[in-house]
Structure formats: C-alpha cells, structure tokens
C-alpha cells in the first residue's frame, strides 16, 4: 500500500473516464497507493481548530471530575483551551479574568456519548438522510460512518445545550456483522466532518451480533440467517484479515483492500473493536472469537445482558456501554433490567452510559440518574462523582481519548459543563458548555444556540429547543 | 356481526368494571389454579390476594399531590375506602379502625395516567405474533383493542412497577386512515384490565395520515370526508347502506362504527404534528360539528396554540419533541406544552413515537422535564403541579374520566402511588401502589431477573435453580 501515486491517479481517470468496467480495472490492479494526502495514514484529517475562549475561572460550584473525585465548594479555570487549575475554594485564580459564580451549580466534565449516529441518521429523517448502514453486505468493514456525517444535522445542537455533549462517537448501523468505521467528534458546529474530527482519536471499528444481521440477510435469502451463520462469516473473515494483516506487515505486495485495512490495524491494535451485542451467550463467543484471532473487544454496546456476566466483562476487560432503562422492543432486549449498570459497575468492569439515540443523547444523565436510583435501591450505593464517571472517563477510555479529555485534570481539553444544579435531577439543565475553552453554548445568551443550516430560516429557528 | 352494539355509555361501563373488581377472579385464583407453586410464589402473590375486597386505608404525612394541577403540600392525608378516594389534602380526619400507613418524608400522587401507550397490546414489538397493535385487516375503524388487552403482558406489571395505574390504549393504523377504537385500561393485577373500551376512534392526518390515504395529504381530507359522510348515510338507513358498492370506501360495520364519531358520541382522536394540519383538523368541525376531537401529537401545537384552545380541543403530546426529526416537526421545542398551557389548552403526555407499549414509566421524566424547563431563560416549562397534572388528571379529562381516575379528589377510583422521593426524580421510585384501592404487587420479570443476577457467578446450582 505504499506505491508512488502514479497507478491510482491513472486508475482514477480510467474509472472517470470508462465508469464500472474502468473501476473494475482500477480494483483489480495491484497495491494502489497514496496519492497527494499529507498523511497518506490519515486521509481525511481533522481540521479542527478549538475556538478562541477567554479565561474563565468557576467557584463555588460542586465538582465532579469524571474519575471519580468530588470537590464542594471548588475552584475551576479554564484558559488556552485547557484545564489550568482545578481545586477547593482557596485554588489560586488570576484577578483579571472572567469569574462565574457557581453556587448551588454542578461543574462536570462535558458528556461523552460513546454510541450516537447524529449525522448519519440525522433530522429530519427522511429516506435521503438515511446514510448509517451499508446494509448491502454483511461485512462492509471498508465503510467509513465519517463519509456518511452531515454536520447540519440539528441534533447536534440539542446533544450540547440540553445534554452537555462535548464529545461523541458515530459509529455505523448495526445491520452489518462488520459495519465500518467510526469516528470520533467534537461537538462543535462545523462545515465539514473534518472539522469536527477529534484530533488525534482512533478509529473505531463498529461490529454487530445477533438478530439484525441475521435478520438483515437471512430475509435476502443470504448468509447470515442464524446466530452461527453470524460467527461463522466473523471467523471466515478475520481469517482472510489476518493473512492480509501478516502480509502488510511483512512488507508484501498485495491488493489493497479498504476492509482489510481496516481490520487489520484491529488485529494491531490501532482500531478499537465496538461490538453491538444484546445476550449474555452471544457476547461469551464473541469474547472468544478476539482470542482465537488475537484481538480484543473494547466495547459491548448495548448489552442488555451485561449483568449476567458481569465477572466474565471484568475478567477480559471489556467496557459495556448500556441504557439506563430501555428493554424490550425486540427478542433479545427482552432481559434488560434497570440495574444493569449499577450491577456491571458493582462487578468491577468497566461501565458506560450510553444512547444510540438522537433523544437519549439529550438526557444521558438523567439515563444515570435511573441506574444510580435503582442500584441504590437494590443496595449498591455509588456515589454520584462515582456515576458520573459512566458519562465520562470510562467512555473516553473505550474511544481513546482519555489522554485529552473524559476528566478535569490540569493539562486535559477545557471541556466543562456548568449545570444550574445536581446533574442527576430532572430539573438539572446545562447553564454553560465549554469546549477547549471556548463558550459554546450559554442559557443566558440566545446568541450561543447553535442553528444548522438546514433549520436557519426555518420556523422555531433559534428558539430555545 | 349483528351483535355489535353501540358504544355503552361511558359511567355504567365504568361502574361496572370498578364495582366487580373483587368478585372478579384475580392473578392469585390464576396462581391457585396452577400446580407446583412454591412458597416464595405464593408469597409474592399474596399481595394482592389479601385484599380481595379493598380495605380502608389512610395515609398520613406525605407530602401529597393532588394530581388536578394544585402544587404538593405537606403532611396531607389521602384515605382511601370501598375502593375509592374519600378525602385528600391537610388536616383530614381519619375515621376510627382505619389501617393507616405513616408516609413521613415519602411523596403521595394519585396512579399515573398514560396519555397515549399500547400497554397490553404488546408483549414485544418486534415479534409479530406478540404485537396487536395493528393489522393489515379489510376492517378498520370497527377494529376494538379492548378484547385483546392481555392484562398478563410483561409490560404491563412493569409499568405498575413504576407507578403507572391507568392508560390510553391506542392502536395504529393498517388499512387507511382510521385505526379502529382505543380503550383506557388498569394495570392492576387482575384479570380485568378494562376501564373504558371503545373510548375513541383513532385517525392518522398528518405525513403518516397521507401516506395511508394513498400519498398526500389532500387525499386523506377528502377519504376522512367521505368516510364520514359514509357513517351519516349508514346512520339514516342502515338497511339500505351498501358497503360492497364500488364507491363505497367503508363496509357496513366500518360505517357503523363511525357513526358514533360524527354525532360526537365518540371522541376522535387525531394524529396531527406540524402548525397546519393542526388547523385542518380543526377546520374539519366546519363539515361535522358535531365532532369530539383530541389531537395527539401536535408538535407545533404552541404556532397555534390560541386557536386549539378556543376549538376547546384537548392535547396529547410527547413533551420532549424538540428536533426537526420530520418536515412536520420543523418547530419542534420542549417549550410547546408549556406554551400550550400557558395559552389554556388542556394538555397530557403520553409515548407519541416509539416504545409506547413498553415504556409507560417514561411519563415522570417526561414531567419532569416539564419543570426543569422553568430554569432555562427563554423557555416555558411548568410548575410542578401542572407537570404532574399531564400524567394524571389531565388525560383522565381528555378521555372522558376526570370525574373517575386521575386525581386524589372525594370520589375517585382508589388509585394511588406511595413514592420513596419526588416522583418526578430518576432517582425516585413507587414503594406501594393501589388500584381501585388494592394494593398491588410490585414485583416483575424483570425484579425476578433482578435477584437473580445480584452476583453474576453460579451458585452451588446454576442460576435456573434460583427463583
């Protein structure tokens, strides 16, 4: 895969020129290689540029730091984008920046959703917004969800000033075994997804059990209609990946293949594996199909039944990243009770909250306040600075960037939320939401509400949604 | 087909539900009647067999909501007699020998109402053999959902659970426009789930009611017109209708059953989201003035809020809509009950879009986020007495009930929740809950599955052994 660019530019003007059979040619040619990108490993880098923000210092406010830890009575300052101090009441401040008065206010680190498809499913949801499955064929690992985001999708707006989204993964449908790769944003307003494009964050690789896929193609009368026939195209396909992925290591000429590549900085470790998957039994075969073919599932998304085998995530070190209460809606979400969260946390593995959901992803801290409540009924008492982490550290773990954000430690992202109260109520809203410093959205200031261009002179645009 | 009868007037076919409740055979008869019970099941069953006949109860020191829109108070009393409420508020006498229950420091509502559900209607929505919501049937308006209300649906006792006592049943379209008959329904732990059946006649209008009529939105007006014109001639001459005539578009017991939708002996209750459709159905009454109309939905019903309250029409909306997810809801906001409201337009709350058969107990967020709107500078929230209000008495009024369910005023069925915190917290959850005065159970699949897995590893049996 690193040839002169020469033969993929040429390729590229027989397939303009010549339509399918020239496509095919250029598919069927040997190692393609880069062509002018800056960073052939990264094509479609991110253009993300934090906003300017002014130094901003919040006291008095209950702080909850996203690993855990809880201050009264805090100090928080903000200044060059990043957390600069953060403390009791007597953390040193400089006198001549902007002071909020956070009393009887919550300062967190801004929400991470580890699973939306904003963008990909966006408002409205009409047949020519519908870009999140590739649900042509069960392995599309080649698929990018990036190529799919439309930054003008409103929900966006909604996630930051209703749920104090900061940062979020958009990950392809679940209609594919293999879905495609997710990607990692910012929840900044943007162009492009490029801007958008969180600097630096791995690519995820989205992976589906279950009914869907089977559903999906046993009703093409086609491979996967059964549970096995899910596993067995899995193993059929890391395979084929981890011969392609020894030979791209050894330096060997071979095709290239979009999917391949993918799955095979899965097996190096350069992709992380997030696997949608309901039931108990499927997540255990799954758990051992990463050890038969050497990789590691970073996440269950979903996972209703989690809580089953609890000791079995904690063991391998696999995230679940589930709802607070939704149960159900098809055969193997019929398990999903509300303590599944608190009962996987109570395990010792590593627990998410999480929406899938343009709504949800509003109000993922009311979906913890559920799980908290119903844990604590059942005995198992978390303090609140302990949940947040759901929200927090944890999901940024799973995506790969803790290093830069997910907890208010000096050095991180200045991704804040001030909350006009304990996060976890109802009656909570988000006051203020800052990313990398910058002010993005202000209650107090209609100004600071996000219109997307497709509602810009529409009715309702720039009420308070 | 014959045997069909008009709607039964409302009080006699509630009378009658609520007064034979406890002769009626309940879950524990079920119970009884089945072999290899343990113990422990009965156990959890006797909950609801020792009150066979509703005792008197009181309940004292909570701080107590009404349900009508009134703001909680402190140390109220609710007493509860012969299945029914008999006073509610401060200082109530309690009558000598009355079981009471001290609810200091805990929070008393009356039974949530479900605006709009399809509790019972569904066991799981994506298995087909479980889900009755709709059919693809020659007949649909005359579609009753009351005979198939399954009271045993997981759903059901999961959603008692959390509080919720009553709800809209509503079913979804399969052939054209109209959807046939909801009922409002119990959840109690009995075999009878039915408060009102044949409450109201369903209809789709807005991009969903365009796609059944065929494509557009004209089309559906004109079918919705004509259909109803139809019922009018059925009602004059029933013997002469001939609803296998090739201009006929409804067949005689569709036509029947809409009869008592154009005289207004029916409610009607409309699916509409966006500004304008919300105008055409009320421009509807100018053809049948005798229409009884509730709109469910109405996204933008706050760009029209005047004219819906001076139609004196009652709204049942999702609440927490705010995304142009449709070409419908372009001005979706949280702030539209609100703005309803505060314009006097009776508004409810109930599941518009999706999991209305399962997640009835969304309804306090729902509320919740009512009140939380009031912190938010340029929004219109409310209070928390009016939040309550839209899962509680407010859709009791909307279906007919007010007078019956919905609120702790003298006279209503005994239906109440004894909550362990404000209801309208996540944190917070039912620690009792009556019906009619009956206290339920409050165990589920799911509290069984629960228990079950409260450590994950295997015991000295496997986990089948454990229940």
Redesign the interface.
């Known amino acids: 895969m690193r040839k002169s660019a020469t033969p993929l530019l040429i390729a590229a003007l027989l397939a303009g020129v010549a339509g399918p059979a020239g496509a095919k040619k250029d598919k069927d040619a040997p190692a393609a290689s880069q062509g002018s990108s800056a960073d052939p490993e990264n094509p479609y880098p991110s253009t993300y540029k934090a906003y300017p923000g002014t130094a901003t210092a919040i006291r008095g406010a209950t702080i909850f730091d996203g690993e855990g830890g809880r201050i009264d009575n805090g100090v928080i300052f903000l200044s060059d984008g990043k957390v600069t101090a953060i403390g009791g009441p007597d953390t040193p401040i400089p006198a001549d920046i902007a002071v909020f008065d956070g009393t009887g206010k919550y300062v967190t680190p801004g929400v991470i959703d580890i699973h939306s498809h904003l963008g990909n499913y966006p ?4 047949d020519a917004h519908s870009d999140g499955n590739e649900a042509t064929a069960p392995v599309t690992a080649h698929v990018w969800a990036e190529h799919s985001i439309w930054p003008q999708d ?2 966006f707006s ?1 996630a930051l000033a ?1 749920g104090g989204v900061t940062s979020l993964q958009i990950l392809p449908g679940s209609a594919n075994l293999f879905g495609g790769r997710s990607v990692t944003l910012k929840n900044v307003p943007a162009r492009t997804m490029q801007g958008m494009k969180f600097p630096g964050a791995p690519h995820g690789l989205k992976m589906a059990c279950g ?1 869907n896929p089977k559903r999906v193609y046993g009703s093409k009368g086609r491979e996967p209609s059964t549970r096995m026939g899910n596993m067995a195209v899995n193993r059929a396909t890391w395979i084929k990946a981890r011969d392609y992925q020894k030979k791209r290591a050894a330096g060997k000429d071979q095709p290239r293949d979009l999917g391949m590549e993918t799955l095979a900085d899965v097996l190096e470790g350069k992709i992380l594996v997030h696997n949608h998957c309901y039931r108990a039994d499927e997540m255990a075969n799954v758990i051992d199909m990463g050890k038969e073919f050497g990789y590691r599932v970073t996440a269950f998304h979903h996972a209703v039944e989690a ?6 995530l904690r063991d391998n070190g696999v995230c679940s990243a589930l709802w ?8 193997e979400a ?6 599944n969260v608190p ?1 996987v946390h109570r ?1 010792g593995a590593c627990t998410i909250v999480h929406s899938d959901d ?2 949800g992803i ?2 993922l801290n ?1 979906e913890a ?2 799980a ?3 844990g ?3 005995g198992i008492d978390i303090p609140d600075e302990i949940a947040w982490t759901w929200l927090a550290i944890n999901p940024a773990r799973a995506m790969g960037i803790s290093e830069q954000t997910g907890s208010l430690k000096v050095g991180k992202m200045a991704d804040v939320v001030l909350w ?2 304990n996060p ?6 988000p006051d203020k939401v800052w990313i990398d410093g910058a002010l993005l959205y202000d ?2 200031n ?1 100004k600071l509400r996000p219109v997307s261009d ?2 810009v002179g ?3 645009a720039g ?3 | 087909m014959s045997k069909r009868t008009p709607t039964i007037p409302f009080g006699s076919s509630l009378s009658r539900t609520v007064s034979a409740r406890s002769s009626r055979p309940t879950l524990l008869d079920f119970a009884r009647s089945c072999s290899n019970r343990t113990a422990a099941g009965i156990a959890a069953l006797a909950l609801l067999s020792t009150p066979a006949l509703a005792q008197s109860l009181a309940i004292t020191g909570a701080t107590l909501a009404i349900g009508d829109g009134s703001e909680p108070i402190r140390n109220g009393t609710v007493v509860i007699t012969a299945g029914k409420v008999t006073a509610a508020g401060a200082g109530i006498a309690i009558p000598p020998g009355t079981k009471t229950i001290d609810a200091a420091g805990k929070w008393v509502t009356p039974g949530l109402v479900s605006g709009f559900s399809r509790v019972g209607l569904v066991e799981v929505p994506a298995v087909n053999e479980t889900n009755d919501a709709s059919a693809r049937s020659p007949f649909s308006a005359a579609i009753d959902v009351a005979p198939a209300i399954n009271p045993l649906a997981n759903p059901v006792a999961i959603s008692r659970t959390a509080g919720i006592t009553r709800a809209v049943v509503v079913p979804s379209t399969g052939t054209g426009i109209f959807a046939g008959q909801g009922a409002v329904v119990d959840l109690g732990a009995d075999m009878n789930p039915i408060t009102k059946p044949r409450a109201f006649q369903y209809v789709e209008m807005g991009e969903e009611g365009a796609k059944d009529a065929g494509g557009s939105r004209p089309a559906a007006i004109l079918t919705f017109k004509t259909m109803l014109r139809e019922a009018q001639e059925f009602a004059k001459a029933p013997a002469s209708y001939d609803g296998r005539s090739k201009d006929a578009l409804l067949n005689r017991i569709d036509a029947e059953a809409l009869v008592s939708v154009v005289t207004g002996a029916m409610p009607l209750m409309v699916h509409v989201e966006s500004a304008r459709d919300i105008l055409a159905v009320l421009a509807l009454r100018q053809d049948f003035p005798a229409l009884k109309l509730i709109l469910a939905g109405a996204a933008e019903g706050w760009m029209v809020a005047p004219q819906i309250a001076a139609a004196k029409v009652p709204v049942i909306a999702g609440g927490l809509d705010d995304l142009p997810s449709s070409f419908e809801k372009l001005a979706a906001t949280q702030s539209n009950v609100g703005r309803m409201v505060k314009a006097g337009v009776a508004v409810s709350m109930g599941l518009m879009d999706r999991d209305e058969g399962l997640q009835l107990r969304l309804a306090t967020q729902q509320a919740g986020n009512m009140v939380a709107l009031n912190k938010v500078p340029g929004a219109t929230g409310l209070s928390w007495g009016q939040a309550l209000r839209t899962i509680s008495s407010a859709p009791a009024e909307a279906m007919g009930l007010g007078d019956r369910i919905g609120s702790l005023k003298a006279g209503r069925a005994g239906d109440v929740v004894l909550w362990d915190g404000d209801p309208l917290e996540m944190t917070s959850a039912p620690l009792a809950v009556w019906i009619d005065g009956i206290a339920q159970p409050l165990d589920n699949r799911q509290t069984k599955l629960r228990d079950r897995y409260a450590t994950p590893e295997e015991g000295a049996l496997p986990k089948a052994y454990a229940w």
């Open positions: 408002s409205p949801g009409v409103a929900g909604r209703n009914e809580y089953k085998i609890a000791d079995l607070g209460d939704w149960y159900g809606f098809k055969m019929y398990d999903g009770i509300k303590e009962l395990a343009d709504n509003q109000r009311q306040a559920k908290l409540g119903a604590r009924r059942m006009n109260g976890f109520s109802t009656y909570t809203r209650s107090a209609p497709f509602e529409q009715i309702g009420d308070v949604k």
